[in-house]
Antibody, heavy 115, light 110 residues
Framework: EVQLVESGGGLVRPGGSLRLSCAAS????????MNWVRQAPGKGLEWVSY????????YYADSVKGRFTISRDNARNSLYLQMNSLRAEDTAVYYC????????WGQGTLVTVSS | QSVLTQPPSASGTPGQRVTISCSGS????????VNWYQQLPGTAPKLLLY???QRPSGVPDRFSGSKSGTSASLAISGLRSEDEADYYC???????????FGGGTKLTVL
């Protein structure tokens, strides 16, 4: 059974940093592309970042480019999102999603940016 | 402003058939397949349809999808109260290099 478990969310002040993790199991993690997708309170889904299976190809939404860094550790079956220079508008539930088509999602981790 | 365009709301009575539209462009729906997701209140999105019209195991055949040009649609027949949820369309976008999502449609079962 595919499982994705996010962690690392919390309350952070504007300008602060946070590192999200996504632990994957139930599939061959190293064979699949991964995405981070976020959902602001009461809003729709917004793609944040993509990473290829090997980590050689990485893309970001314009809204986070230069501030967020996606990475993965295939030996640890883990996906990461380093978030710097956080803004109030980054407040959202952050989901990791498997494959370019986002066929499986984690339960999400809430990031709140507030002073 | 979402990349793909969906109506914000839809509604129907039990047993009815409802459709939800999703409009995009040549860089997303026009050149890639469409997925649909169902998000029940307080839960993560769940894949409902993939590759325009394919149902993952466990999804009832009441749910169907189609795509034409730069638009797609989701149809739900025999509407049930448990179908009340938010529905999102998505397609890989060759310009974004990531999945483009619709703004979501809140389905109400009257």
């Amino acid at each position: 059974e595919v499982q994705l478990v996010e962690s690392g969310g919390g309350l952070v002040r504007p300008g602060g940093s946070l590192r999200l993790s996504c632990a994957a199991s139930g599939f061959t993690f190293s064979s699949y592309e991964m995405n981070w997708v976020r959902q602001a309170p009461g809003k729709g889904l917004e793609w944040v970042s993509y990473i290829s299976s090997s980590g050689s190809r990485i893309y970001y939404a314009d809204s986070v480019k230069g501030r967020f860094t996606i990475s993965r550790d295939n030996a640890r079956n883990s996906l990461y999102l380093q978030m710097n220079s956080l803004r109030a508008e980054d407040t959202a539930v952050y989901y990791c999603a498997k494959d370019y088509g986002c066929d499986y999602w984690g339960q999400g981790t809430l990031v709140t940016v507030s002073s | 402003q979402s990349v793909l365009t969906q109506p914000p709301s839809a509604s129907g009575t039990p047993g009815q058939r409802v459709t939800i539209s999703c409009s995009g462009s040549s860089s997303n729906i026009g050149s890639n397949t469409v997925n649909w997701y169902q998000q029940l209140p307080g839960t993560a999105p769940k894949l409902l349809l993939y590759t325009n019209s394919q149902r993952p195991s466990g999804v009832p055949d009441r749910f169907s999808g189609s795509k034409s040009g730069t638009s797609a649609s989701l149809a739900i027949s025999g509407l049930r109260s448990e179908d009340e949820a938010d529905y999102y369309c998505a397609a890989w976008d060759d310009t974004l290099h990531g999945p483009a999502f619709g703004g979501g449609t809140k389905l109400t079962v009257l």
